[in-house]
């Protein structure tokens, strides 16, 4: 700027000093130089406000940048807490599956142990006798004994056909040390009532017990036997005909594989289970 003003003073100096043509064209150099420095200045302005733009724009930019970074830092930590989750979901499936393979073998066991149970009963107390029924519910081992072979009518004295019969049982019971025996016994539901009995469940329970102490005499251990009396509550069928009512008088032995290991174990695995799936 200095020299523009410079320049003018300068022609206005010369121009006492120099010729009209010369002043002109002296003139038309510095309106020249004037122009040149208007477009410098427009062009100057021009790349200033470009700058501030990419300036702007670099900075915008590099917040992007840092918030990228941030969300795949973030994604780190959420991929290596998503890898341990998995190997940790991994490894409960893993000890669930052993938990599982486990009580199979149990249950495969006890059906094994059922299935040998049935079969030396059968064997050993008749299978032809349509008066004698072994049977299995729900895992559990049933020989039930019609009334007619144990007790006469009204009475819980033990026949002595049936002393022949409960030798079969006590044979079977004596040779599996390891089961229990639950003497069941049943009626159908005609009232009874003879001194010192007051109904039904005195003479189930009556039954029951009659027929544990002739097990007792056959040699069975006590600690294996369980007496127990259910009146005419649990029917096979309705007692509305005397044929009916004699299939309900009946004494039931329910045969029980004292495994509590295995039955403690199936609780706490189905337990742990349950609480995993929680």
């Known amino acids: 700027?200095?020299?523009?003003?410079?320049?003018?003073?300068?022609l206005i100096v010369l121009s006492s000093c120099v010729s009209k043509k010369e002043y002109t064209a002296l003139e038309e150099k510095q309106k020249e130089t004037q122009d040149l420095l208007n477009s410098a200045t427009v062009k100057l302005n021009?790349?200033?406000?470009?700058?501030?733009?990419?300036?702007?724009?670099?900075?915008?930019?590099?917040?992007?940048?840092?918030?990228?970074?941030?969300?795949?830092?973030?994604?780190?930590?959420?991929?290596?807490?998503?890898?341990?989750?998995?190997?940790?979901?991994?490894?409960?499936?893993?000890?669930?599956?052993?938990?599982?393979?486990?009580?199979?073998?149990?249950?495969?066991?006890?059906?094994?142990?059922?299935?040998a149970l049935v079969t030396?009963?059968?064997?050993?107390?008749?299978?032809?006798?349509?008066?004698?029924?072994?049977s299995v519910e729900k895992g559990v081992v049933f020989i039930s004994i019609a009334d007619k072979l144990l007790f006469k009518s009204g009475s819980y004295t033990v026949t002595s056909?049936?002393?022949?019969?409960?030798?079969?049982?006590?044979?079977v019971i004596n040779s599996k040390p390891d089961f229990e025996a639950m003497i069941e016994g049943h009626t159908d539901n005609v009232s009874y009532r003879k001194e010192p009995l007051l109904d039904n469940w005195d003479l189930?329970?009556?039954?029951?017990?009659?027929?544990?102490?002739?097990?007792?005499?056959?040699?069975?251990?006590?600690?294996?036997?369980?007496a127990?009396?259910?009146a005419e509550f649990v029917p096979l069928v309705d007692n509305d005909t005397a044929e009916n009512r004699a299939k309900n008088r009946r004494t039931r032995v329910v045969v029980l594989p004292k495994i509590d290991q295995f039955y403690d174990m199936i609780e706490k695995e189905m337990k742990t289970l349950s609480a995993g799936s929680n």
């Open 204 to 226: 189930s329970v009556k039954r029951s017990t009659s027929i544990i102490r002739v097990l007792l005499d056959l040699g069975v251990k006590p600690e294996q036997l369980i």
């Open 1 to 10: 700027m200095k020299k523009i003003l410079l320049f003018s003073v300068s």
């Open 161 to 171: 056909q049936a002393k022949d019969v409960l030798a079969k049982v006590a044979k």
């Open 46 to 115: 021009s790349c200033l406000e470009e700058r501030a733009a990419s300036t702007a724009k670099a900075k915008t930019l590099e917040s992007q940048v840092d918030r990228l970074n941030n969300q795949i830092d973030n994604l780190q930590i959420i991929s290596s807490k998503s890898a341990s989750s998995i190997e940790k979901t991994l490894e409960s499936l893993q000890e669930k599956d052993l938990k599982i393979t486990r009580l199979q073998d149990a249950i495969n066991k006890k059906d094994s142990v059922t299935l």
């Open 228 to 230: 127990a009396g259910r």
């Open 120 to 134: 030396s009963l059968k064997r050993e107390v008749g299978i032809n006798d349509p008066d004698i029924e072994v």
